[in-house]
């Protein structure tokens, strides 16, 4: 019997999930440098510093203050850079206090010289931190709810015995948090996808490629840009840019859970080519009549999540979502460091208290045992199932998964397994340095689930609340588009985007292969740029031996097919749209040709030719319509901001 071929998708899952175990040893060397631990000398001379500084309100205080901070951070750059230990100071704050030591003035006057002229420095009064350090007392084990005698939870550590001060505190409003501009992007790891190249209709007629309902990449740049740094090429997966964006597309009829609709649009970079836009809305079920809902919340508590922008933020992220739980739903939570264990017997949603204080509990530290984790949570997950109920693990995590990933293939299968059981599994990513969005992206799109990032409390607003629905309650599984183009009307075709989620041409009929999920009320949107026949933008010449390209017979440019099941089900429902000229663009259109183009831009795209950011700003600003929440705005702030940073 013949071998199955593997799918470009199954390939690429496995591919994301080796390139993430070939990160580990890289993570392992530098878990292995020398750290500012909590025994060491000096570090109580650096906590009195960073309490000085948080307890200035006025220039008069940092006046007095600042020969003190300087002498005494003298004394404890020496001990580390020459200790027995052989520790180093962070860069970061050793750059500081060479600044401080060369702003004193014969008067005792801190003045800045970043510019090279002295400056005599303005401090407003500092803001208390959003999340305050937490007690010196470790947890007792025993407190921890849900836990049996079987169960593997590491106690929380002291503050005393925390890994490092990362950062001084926080500086004058105006001044960005250096903790967010120190991007150490060498241990980050990303799907590994050329962008898709240019079809020629008569050789390759059909394009396969399944679903795509993620916004990672969107939130990941957006990290980037802010911090003052363009993303590079393969951060950038254009799908998840354009569905970042909610639109207003029409409702479906009552017989089908989501509408389709394909439209050939001008395209704003090429006046020769077009652009064929494809729309799918979701159905929104009213949230009376959801099925309960079993929460299984799966916690990174590893060293590595010991940042401001990691766990604390995941747990504020979590808050904002138990608010917009119903009683009759369900939530557990399993927290993995060393070993996994299960910190919160699934309870009621309406007991909030409860499970907020379980999430108090979290600390970091600790190496990252993935999958054990993922293993005790799949488990917690169908203690939890009820016919009619839906269940879902949320992972949130930085990606950094170094404990029990030794066989990759042995843990997509594992979770495919799980998957059959109709648990879903989303991946929610935070913190940057060592995010792993290759391993995110294979667990997410093996699990039936959705990556997002997480970079800002606001970004945990539009994700775990004002898009709720969709990102926990699917309406279709295994949604797959195939376009078959027609070669007397379109010479070349190429699709922009999806290049993780290609199928074979074979797999559209195969409900065999897994494909992606659409949640109630989620919109999906899928571009491809065409060349009609004769137009002069046409990049390959017709064959010399071949015969004449026959033609036009239909006035068709193409013809889309969409495959879909129902939860539950295990046979596809076929959808077929043919693909007319002549269409009309709504701002909703012109607005994702302008995010499609963008990315491009940030990609280099060789097919956008003279096309500049500039162009795609006033495109995007005329289409911004009703921006209730200010996304489309934001949008465009970003592009200046690249189009300053590409200069």
């Known amino acids: 019997m013949r071998a199955a071929t593997p799918t470009p998708d199954a390939t690429r899952k496995a591919d994301n999930i080796a390139l993430a175990e070939k990160n580990f040893a890289a993570r392992q060397e530098k878990a292995a440098q020398p750290r500012f631990t909590s025994d060491h000398p000096q570090k109580g001379l650096f906590r009195g510093v960073v309490s000085m500084f ?13 020969a003190l901070v300087a002498v005494g951070l003298f004394a404890y750059l ?34 800045l010289q970043a510019t090279g002229e002295a400056e005599e420095l303005s401090v407003a009064p500092m803001e208390a931190p959003v999340i305050a350090e937490q007690a ?16 593997s939870v590491m106690a929380r550590p002291s503050a005393t015995a925390k890994m490092e001060a990362r950062s001084l505190p926080s500086p004058p409003p105006g001044y960005v948090d250096d903790t967010q501009l120190r991007i150490e992007a060498d241990t980050e790891a990303y799907p590994d996808a050329e962008p898709n190249p240019l079809k020629i209709t008569t ?23 802010n911090t003052g740094r363009l993303p590079s090429p393969e951060q950038v997966r254009i799908e998840e840019m354009v569905n970042y964006f909610p639109y207003d597309y ?83 939570i399993v927290a993995y460091a060393g070993s996994a264990g299960q910190v919160l017997d699934p309870t009621p949603a ?83 340095g060592n995010l792993d969005d290759a391993t995110m992206q294979a667990l997410a799109q093996t699990g039936n689930g959705q ?60 409900d065999r292969v897994d494909a992606g999920e659409i949640g109630a009320g989620h919109s999906v949107t899928a571009i491809y740029e065409i060349t009609p026949v004769g137009s002069p933008a046409r990049l390959s010449d017709p064959l010399r031996y071949q015969a004449a390209e026959e033609t036009a017979t239909s006035a068709e440019y193409g013809f889309l097919r969409l495959r879909y099941k129902r939860p ?49 700003i006033d495109l995007a600003n005329g289409a911004k319509g009703d921006d209730a929440f200010g996304y489309r705005a934001q949008a465009v702030q970003l592009m200046r901001l690249a189009q300053s940073l590409s200069q």
């Open 203 to 225: 050789d390759e007629p059909v394009s396969t490629f399944s679903i795509d309902v993620d916004t990672a990449s969107y939130a990941i740049l957006r990290s980037s840009l």
């Open 250 to 332: 029409a409702a479906p009829l009552e017989e089908v859970p989501f509408s389709t609709r394909a439209t050939v649009i001008a395209t704003p970079w090429n006046p020769d080519t077009q652009l064929v836009h494809i729309a799918l809305q979701g159905e929104k079920p009213a949230l009376d009549t959801r099925p309960p809902l079993n929460l299984v919340f799966l916690i990174d508590t590893s060293g590595s999540m010991d940042a401001p922008n990691k766990l604390p933020l995941l747990k504020q992220s979590f808050q904002l979502m138990l608010a917009q739980l119903r009683p009759e739903d369900k939530v557990a």
């Open 350 to 432: 309406s007991d909030r208290a409860t499970i907020l204080a379980a999430l108090d509990r979290l600390d970091a530290g600790g190496a990252t045992a993935g999958q054990a984790g993922l293993q005790q949570a799949y488990a917690t997950a169908e203690a939890m199932s009820e016919d009619g109920d839906v269940s879902r693990i949320i992972l949130a995590t930085d990606g950094d998964f170094n404990v029990g990933i030794h066989d990759p293939d042995a843990l997509k299968d594992f979770i495919a397994k799980k998957r059959e059981t109709g648990t879903y599994l989303s991946v929610l990513g935070f913190g940057r």
């Open 78 to 111: 020496p001990s580390l850079q020459q200790g027995p230990d052989g520790l180093t100071a962070p860069n970061p704050e050793a750059a500081v206090v060479e600044s401080l030591a060369g702003s004193l003035d014969g008067d005792g006057r801190t003045r």
């Open 568 to 616: 539950g089900e295990h046979t596809s429902n076929l959808i077929e749209t043919p693909i007319l000229p002549g269409g009309e663009a709504t701002p909703d259109m012109v607005f994702a040709s302008a995010i499609a183009g963008f990315g491009q831009l940030l990609q280099n795209s060789p097919y956008l030719g003279n096309w500049s950011y500039a162009q795609a």
């Open 136 to 151: 010196d007392m470790a947890a007792p084990v025993d407190t921890l709810a849900g836990l049996s005698s079987s169960t």
């Open 54 to 66: 948080k307890a200035i309100s006025t220039r008069q205080a940092l006046t007095a203050s600042t």
């Open 451 to 510: 990556a997002a990032y997480i970079d800002t409390l606001s970004e945990a607003q539009k994700t775990l609340v004002d898009q709720l629905s969709g990102a926990l309650f699917p309406i279709a599984n295994d949604v797959k588009i195939q376009v078959e183009f027609n070669p007397a009307q379109i010479a070349e075709y190429r699709l922009i985007g999806y290049e993780t989620r290609a199928l074979n041409r074979e797999d559209f009929n195969n």
